[in-house]
Structure formats: C-alpha cells, structure tokens
C-alpha cells in the first residue's frame, strides 16, 4: 500500500452524522432562513447587490434578467441559474412581498400560479425601495467577506435602512427549522421602531399599539387577536385569512357573492376551479355560475347564485369548504449571530434596531474620516497660501519633486500629505477667490466634523439621525393598510337548507336490505302505487317512508347499535329500480340486521323518548337527545345481553301503554311510565317473565281499550280478540294467555309459536311470508273476534314442512 492509500476507520454513523450536521449548518444559514438584521436569504441579498455593484437602478433602463442572473452565478452563489432566477421573480411579484425589491419588466407571472416568462425575456432593475436596503453600503457600514472563488468580495448583510424582515415577510424551510414571517405594513413598523428607540423599556402591548398585525400584500380580512398576541410574544401562532367579499343584487330577484380580495399565498385559479367543481358536483344546491372577471382593475371573481337561494348560507359554505378562507401560522425564525432563533415582535425590532445603531456608527465613522483628511489637506493649502513666497523659493531651490516634498516638509512643517497636495496646487488657486474659497470649504468641514464628532459620542444624536433617515423613508414609501382586521373569529355554520334542496321523497328498505330513495315525480310517472316498488326477486318491501330530503333516519339493529343517515345521503334511484344494498350507504356489521327505522327531523323534542324492546323481555326508554351525534359510524343505543337482541325501538311521547306479546302465546299490558328515563346505553329493565324457551316477539303500543289485538301462529292461524280482554298490569309480570294451542295426535295443530301480533283500530292489509318464499295477503278482518284464550282459525294456507317466517302491514 502506498502512502497515498493510507485509509483510516471510521463509524458509518459518525461520517453520515458530520455530512449531514454540515449541510443543514450550510442550509440554516445560507440558503433557507434569513437574517434578522436586513431580512434576507443570501440568494436574494446577492441578487440586489449584484444588481446595484453592475448599476442595474431604478434610474436607468431595464436591463435583461439572465445578465443579472449570470452575474450573480458568476460572482456570487455557485448554484443552478433557476434557483437564482426563481429568487428573482419572487422579488419582482406583488401578490407576495409588501413592497417589491425587483422592478421587472415582461411576464413576471401572475396570482394564477402562471410560471414568470423565461429570463432570456424579462427585463428587470432594482425597485426605489431596495435602494434603501443598500443606501451607504460603500461607506463601509456593513462587513465584506471574500465570494466562493476569492475573486471578489460581497455583502455579509445589507445596511437595510428600514425594517424589511416585517414589512416584505419570509418563508422557508430547512433542515430542522421552518420559518413563516408575514409582510406588516411599512408605516406601522417605522413608527414601533422609532417609538422603540425613544423607550428601549416599551412592553409589547404599546408596541402593538403601532403594529396591529400583518399587513398582506392582496389584503383581505384577518380574524383571530389571541393569535397575533401569541405570535408577538413567542414567534409562534395562528390566524385566520378570510377573503373579501360582497353580497349584489341583481334583477329578477337573484344574487351574487363578489370576491374582491383573497387571502395571501391562495392561487385565484385553483379556488375558482375548488368553486366551479361544488357547482358541477352539486354539493351546494343554489350556484348558477362562477366567473373570474378579474382584469386591469383588479381581482374579482363572481358567484352567481339562482333564483331564492340562500347567498349568506352558500358564502359561509364557500369560507369553510374552499381556501375563500384559510389558516395562516405564523414561525417567526431568523438568523440570530449565525444561528437560527425563533423571535418575538420586540426581539426583531431590537435586532434592527441594533443593527441600525451599527450602521449609522460606522457610515458616520467612515465620514468623519474623509472630511478629517480633507481638513487637514486644507489647512496645509491654507498655511501655504499664507506664506506663499517662502514656499514658492523652497520650491525652486529644489533639485526634483521629492525633494520639494521633504524640503516642504521640514522647513515648514507640513505632513507628507500636505506637502504633497501643496506640490499638486494649480497656478489659478492661488487668485483672492480661490484663498478665501479654501477658508470657507474649512470651516464648512470643521462644523460638519463636529456634528459628526456629536453623533458619535451622544447616543441621543445617533438615535435622533436614525429615527430622522426612518421617518423620511416612511413618508416616500409608506402605503395604507390593506388587510382589515377583525378581533374575534367568527365561526362558521352551515345549515343543512344550503346543502341539500329541500324535497319529498319516499325512502323504501326492503328485507334484504336494500334502501333507495326516490322522489315524487319518479313514483308519479311509475304509476303512483306504493306496491309497485322495484325489488330483486324474492325480496320484498318491508317499509315504505315518507319523508324531506332535510330529514334524517335513526337506524337500530337488534345488536343495539344505530346510525344517523341523513336521507340525502341516500342514493337516489327510480322507484322501479332495486336501490342499493344498505351496507354501501352505512356500515353496517355482517352478523347484524336492522330491526327500526325512525324519521326525525331534529334531536329537540323535549318530551320524545327512543323505547327499545329485547326479545328476553327487557324494555328501556332514553330521551331522544341523548342519541343526537356528529359520527357517521355506529354508535352504542342500548347495552344487549348475551343471547339477546333487540326487536324494536319506538319514538314514544310516555303517554300511551306497552303491550308485549310471546311466542308462546302470553301478553303483558303494562303503563309506559313505568318505564323510567335511563342513558344511552343502559340495559333497561323487565318488561315480563318469561318461560324457559319463550321470547318477545313483537311489542304493540295501545290506548284506552278500542280497537282489537289480531296474533296469527306460525301455521296461519289467527283471531282476532277485545283489546278490553287485556287489563292494565304492574310490568314485570307472567302475563295472560293471549292465544291456545290445539295438541294432540287426533287433533289438526294451529302452530306450535305465534309469527306475529298487531293493533287493529281499522282494518289493516297484511301479507304473510312462508320459510319457502310464499307471499300471503289477507286482510284483518278475515281473522275471527273471538275470546282471548281461543284457538283461531285459518287465515293463512301453509304448505307441510312449511312455516310462517314474517308478517308486515302492507303500505
């Protein structure tokens, strides 16, 4: 192994650490964050100063922007030419700094997200204002260090005359930090520095006083002062940007939402595409047309509205679903003494202002040292004048100009310098105007160097010329606040009305659990016969609901779970069409099955209540508020035993009677006040006792004692019997036998279990379903008014080896 080949080990971890630990220095301090002291990221400082050493200013023509970019690569950041120009450009946009540093010329790109023309077509040169971020930067104000080649020699920060780092914002992200400082308005920030300067002890809350917040570029509504103060004191907070709008009327009764200002950073285009798109998909029942009108005279973008429509419900939908409203959080980072600190409003204003004090101190310090050497150069012409004649023999008796110069020099005493420019003195300086033009340019010198003596050695002088050089800055480029500012955020609610256009319309469930909802004009034109509703073969209805598409449906399953649905959410289908399978709309567990589906048009009744039934007999009420939730999942109604399910669950008002029935033929009559309110998910009490291998398996509501209770066995055989028959008892009973069952081996059996029971105050229409898929109509007043304990006759014909399965009202 040669000597050049001599490796040393190392720890992956260690070398990967040391690599990265330098890029994220190099990108923490010189490319992503920018320093507190004139607000920029080293890219854009080059690209100013690059500009202002080339004479690229405000005063001469543009000049192209890929030779300023080829200046600033060549000279000063050794990076690719579109990370420069992009820098560029960003400097050249109005939507985005508070007051622009780069004056360009050609297609700089647009609020549209529209990329900048090519930088072999743009011109650019520096704006007026950028000028006073580099004003006295050859007075020696601020440091030099050598360029990345040792060629040249660039700014380390610029002198920056005002606050940029407030008044253009920043953004940026490196490794380990982000920063997000956003653009205030110039006027404010130079009075809080000045007010700052007079009482270094000033709290935040008088310096707010001067700041109200940031001031962005494209204006619009700023909401939330808890998130200003804490950005203030911390560096850290949020906002809300809302945009500015208007509502216009317009003839025949319509409406428009006018959009004049958006929030900052929010690209026109893609909010009027977000807003055309709710349009298109119907998400909002009432836009007609969205328009981008903005031009020559400014943003404005139109939302027309249709005819009756709710402009201020669709505008709040709008702020809420789009960025026609936005979150804004404020990560004030800066570059602190080379390392990165997260700053408070006061902290910044401090920083500047110590780098002002530095500036002016330096600039008046480099002054004071040209008018000293002017001055002494002075007095030497002056002294020379005075004894011109000596001077002019000393001179002629010399051999050559040195020594003219030492003779000058010791004969008179003159410095080197003097002798010098006594030596370089023109024959026409030596006329009486020109002698007493030497005197009065001295003693104008001499004031200046005292004033400038003053400045340096009175703190109060040095505060008062930087407050003075503010201010009339201030005064030429201050502009009026453009974003308005509003203390409290304003919530924003969207009624449903907004959303969904109000409607009629009919929701079926069949009993495979299918769902649809259809609306009147599709159950009209298919004939208007609630029977005739599409199903898929061996399927049938189970319940038909007339309902508003501003509804909502509570669904129950018998394991106790349920679901808010609201009907407009429900696919829309024909009324001969199938619908849709339940468990695409909701998701509904396999093993479980709905057992009720209650209509509600709001959580508010005081006196409604959800009563469940438990096919052990068990029976709870819990007021109907208690079940009103935001999820769209399944939420826990009632808490089920194991073996148990629920049957059903009624909207109740407590004024009426429960009465249970079996399937072994017994029945309860009991008060539903009985029933005392429970919580959501408690078990609820007894509501009978049952046998060993009985269950419930219906539960009537009933009132006073007319009308009939009709039970039909699982064989078709019914009755129909006095609901009289069936007195009031305490709950938690046996109960009373409400059908007899015939046996015996001579004997025609009329079921082993009763399929079903109803209430009948009027006749009812019913339909039978067999195990086998056999459908049975018949009405209620076929079955027998007969004694309570009677055995019934046949209502329904059942196959051998066939059973009822279900029995349903029809609609």
């Known amino acids: 192994m040669s000597s050049l080949e001599n490796f040393l080990p190392a720890f992956l971890e260690e070398v990967v650490g040391d690599r990265f630990g330098r890029y994220s220095k190099y990108i923490i301090q010189d490319r992503a964050i920018p320093d507190v002291r004139d607000g920029l990221k080293p890219v854009q400082r080059r ?145 809080a520095c000045v007010a700052l300067m007079e009482n270094p002890q000033l709290e935040l809350g008088d310096i707010r006083a001067y700041i109200k917040g940031p001031d962005f570029p494209t204006g619009g509504i700023i909401m939330g002062e808890e998130g200003i103060r804490e950005a203030y004191e911390s560096g850290k907070g949020r906002i809300y940007l809302r945009s500015k709008t208007e509502i216009e009327s317009l003839r025949g009764g319509k409406q428009q939402i006018v959009i004049t200002e958006i929030p900052y950073q929010v690209v026109k285009s893609r909010l009027v595409t977000a807003m055309e798109n709710i349009r298109l998909e119907k998400k909002v029942d009432g836009i007609a047309e969205v328009r981008d009108e903005s031009g020559r005279a400014g943003l404005r973008i139109v939302v027309e509205l249709k005819k009756d429509a709710d402009a201020q419900g669709i505008l709040a939908y709008l702020l809420k679903k789009t960025d026609l409203q936005v979150t804004y959080n404020f990560n004030m980072v800066a570059i602190v003494n080379k390392a990165p600190r997260q700053l408070g409003l006061k902290a910044m204003l401090d920083a500047y202002i110590a780098h002002q004090r530095e500036v002016v101190t330096f600039r008046t310090r480099f002054e004071l040292e040209k008018l000293e050497d002017r001055a002494h150069v002075l007095e030497g012409l002056v002294k020379a004048l005075n004894i011109l004649d000596e001077v002019i023999a000393a001179i002629k008796a010399s051999k050559n100009r040195q020594d003219a110069q030492n003779n000058l020099q010791w004969m008179f005493g ?15 300086r030596l006329t009486n105007l020109e002698i007493t033009s030497l005197q009065k340019e001295l003693e104008d010198i001499q004031k200046k160097i005292a004033t400038l003596r003053g400045i340096l050695e009175s703190d109060r002088k040095l505060i008062a010329l930087i407050k003075k050089e503010l201010l009339e ?102 009324w001969k069409d199938n619908g849709t399978a339940i468990v695409n709309v909701i998701p509904l567990a396999k093993d479980d099955r709905i057992v009720s589906v209650i ?111 009709l039970v039909l066995s699982d064989l078709g055989y019914g009755k129909r019997s006095l609901l009289l028959d069936y007195p009031l ?29 109803f209430h009948c105050k009027d006749p009812l229409q019913l339909s039978a379903v067999t195990k086998e898929g056999e459908v049975h109509s018949f009405s209620s007043e076929a079955a027998p008014l007969a004694d309570r304990k009677s055995t019934g006759k046949i209502l329904v014909p059942v196959a051998k080896n066939d059973h009822i399965a279900d029995i349903y009202v029809l609609s």
């Open 414 to 428: 003159f410095t080197e310098r003097q002798a010098d420019s006594i030596l370089s003195l023109q024959l026409y």
């Open 599 to 709: 209509p509600l048009a709001g959580f508010d009744e005081a006196a409604a209540s959800l009563v469940f039934i438990t096919k052990r007999g068990q029976v709870k009420r819990t007021e109907l508020k208690e079940y009103e939730t935001k999820r769209t999942g399944s939420v826990a109604a009632c808490k089920v035993a194991s073996g148990d399910e629920v049957i059903s669950v009624t909207l109740s008002y407590n004024r009426q009677e429960i009465l249970l029935l079996t399937k072994l033929g017994m029945a309860i009559r009991f008060a539903e006040s009985e029933v005392n309110p429970m919580g959501r998910v408690s078990a609820g009490v007894k509501g009978i006792t049952l046998k060993a291998d009985d269950e419930v398996i219906t539960g009537l509501w009933v009132e006073g004692d007319e009308g009939e209770v």
């Open 47 to 191: 690209i100013l100063y690059a500009m202002y050493d080339s004479g690229n200013t405000p005063d001469k023509p543009y000049r192209k922007s890929a030779k300023t970019v080829g200046d600033v690569m060549g000279n000063y950041h050794p990076h690719g030419d579109s990370s420069i120009y992009e820098g560029m450009v960003r400097m050249a946009q109005p939507w985005k700094m508070g007051h622009v540093l780069v004056d360009g010329h050609g297609n700089w790109g647009s609020q549209d997200d529209d990329p900048a023309a090519a930088m072999r077509y743009t011109e650019a040169r520096l704006s007026p204002i950028a000028l006073e971020l580099l004003r006295d930067i050859e007075k020696r104000t601020v440091p030099f260090k050598d360029n990345f080649d040792n060629t040249a020699m660039e700014p380390v920060v610029l002198p920056a005359r005002f606050p940029n780092l407030l008044v253009n914002g920043a953004s940026g992200i490196s490794a380990g930090f982000a920063t997000e400082i956003p653009p205030h308005n110039l006027r404010e920030v130079i009075d």
């Open 473 to 574: 800055i201030r005064e030429k480029y201050g502009i009026d606040r453009r974003s308005q500012i509003q203390g409290e955020v304003e919530e924003l609610k969207v009624n449903l009305e907004v959303l969904v256009a109000q409607e009629d319309v009919l929701v079926t469930l069949s009993n495979d659990g299918y769902i649809k909802r259809t609306s009147m004009l599709s159950f009209t034109r298919s004939g208007a016969e609630r029977s005739g509703s599409g199903v898929k073969d061996g399927d049938y209805i189970r319940q038909i609901i007339d309902v508003n598409t501003l509804q909502n449906l509570l669904i129950f399953t018998q394991h106790g779970q349920y679901f808010v649905l609201p009907v407009h959410q429900i696919p829309e289908f024909k």
């Open 729 to 757: 008892q305490s709950r938690g009973g046996k109960g009373l036998q409400t059908f007899e069952f015939k046996e015996g081996k001579r004997v025609k059996p009329n079921g082993s279990v009763l399929a079903g029971g």
